[in-house]
T-cell receptor, first 115, second 114 residues
């Protein structure tokens, strides 16, 4: 596709449920990032993939958060045993190369609400 | 920890007024600087970026930003705003050697009135 695609756009879950968020990056983009954006805040880094390798997961807030990109394209962010503080917009971004000066292209995000 | 500060949280301007949004970042070595914009209901889009060279960079839609290394600043400017510039603006930085991850400011909501 022309841009980064994320699904679902909205997700409502009860506390304690597991959720899975999908990101389809721009075709051919090597780098993929996940960010979490709480209400009224800027996006905060969660994790980074270069192809299928997860090179940085320093931003994942707990071991309930898990991300994968098994074939180096589509990525899934999974949150287990969701809690209310997990409510946020989850953004996915991709870039064509691995250099730190490469701009990232963002998807529309998944708005997650935990009841 | 690396951080980005945006001092203006909400700015209201009339059309044709000049705009300057402040952005300061913490020292962390060689930096790459970005301004992203998010129009209502849309995804984050790149406005402009600075990597090296001329500290005055020009972006899309008449926006420009100036990198002042001594002040750790990268302020966004536009001489004359339009109603269509109503959006949220985010300053972001990546540090060379940190695998490209972006550190964002909290954003500035710009409202342009007719």
């Amino acid at each position: 596709g022309a841009g980064v695609s994320q699904s679902p756009r909205y997700k409502v879950a009860k506390r304690g449920q597991d959720v899975a968020l999908r990101c389809d990056p721009i075709s051919g983009h090597v780098s993929l990032f996940w960010y979490q954006q709480a209400l009224g805040q800027g996006p905060e880094f969660l994790t980074y993939f270069q192809n299928e390798a997860q090179l940085d997961k320093s931003g994942l807030p707990s071991d309930r958060f898990f991300a994968e990109r098994p074939e180096g394209s589509v990525s899934t962010l999974k949150i287990q045993r969701t809690q209310q503080e997990d409510s946020a917009v989850y953004l996915c971004a991709s870039s064509s190369r691995t250099f730190s000066n490469q701009p990232q292209h963002f998807g529309d995000g998944t708005r997650l609400s935990i009841l | 920890a690396q951080s980005v500060s945006q001092h203006n949280h909400h700015v209201i301007l009339s059309e044709a007024a000049s705009l300057e949004l402040g952005c300061n970042y913490s020292y962390g070595g060689t930096v790459n600087l970005f301004w992203y914009v998010q129009y209502p209901g849309q995804h984050l889009q790149l406005l402009l970026k600075y990597f090296s060279g001329d500290p005055l960079v020009k972006g899309i839609k008449g926006f420009e930003a100036e990198f002042i290394k001594s002040k750790f600043s990268f302020n966004l400017r536009k001489p004359s705003v339009q109603w269509s510039d109503t959006a949220e603006y985010f300053c972001a930085v990546s540090y060379t050697g940190t695998a490209s991850k972006l550190t964002f400011g909290t954003g500035t909501r710009l409202q342009v009135t007719l």
